[in-house]
């Protein structure tokens, strides 16, 4: 008796892991938590760019400090913003979004950065996608 109460719930359960909406749920979910956290810790560290030149100069005039020092706030925003995908990601996937159309703003207004803008629209939707799937698996769990 107590096997067939097993079997009965673990049937939902295979059946939603299965699902590829939850799966592209999830994938997303993955990346967009685990991204932006290496990518805010890089902020740190410069191993993969230089992340200043890819501060607008107009920003860099209008924030306090270096492009160096902006982009260690950058990077805790980034922390913040994976950490928050991990977390509750119906409101993490807008959150992202809404930080990669900063992004995108920023990159638009430096000559020669318009194909990273292009790139960053593309991840914008994915995070869209992220959000919109939060929303349609939030008792999935």
């Given at each position: 008796m107590a096997s067939e109460t097993t079997t009965t719930s673990a049937a939902p359960r295979r059946r939603v892991l299965t699902d590829p909406g939850y799966q592209a749920f999830v994938i997303l979910r993955v990346g967009f938590t685990v991204a932006p956290i290496l990518f805010g810790l890089d902020k740190f560290a410069d191993l993969l760019v230089d992340w200043p030149a890819y501060l607008a100069p107009w920003i860099d005039n209008v924030v306090p400090g270096s492009a160096q020092a902006a982009m260690y706030a950058v990077g805790v925003i980034e922390i913040l913003a994976g950490v928050t995908v991990a977390l509750a990601p119906r409101f993490g996937g807008w959150l992202v979004a809404g930080w990669l159309a900063g992004i995108i703003v920023n990159l638009l207004t430096i000559p020669g950065h318009y194909d990273i803008a292009l790139?960053?629209?593309?991840?914008?939707?994915?995070?869209?996608?992220?959000?919109?799937l939060a929303e349609r698996y939030r008792t999935a769990r």
């Open positions: 790139r960053d629209f593309g991840l914008l939707l994915g995070a869209v996608a992220l959000a919109r």
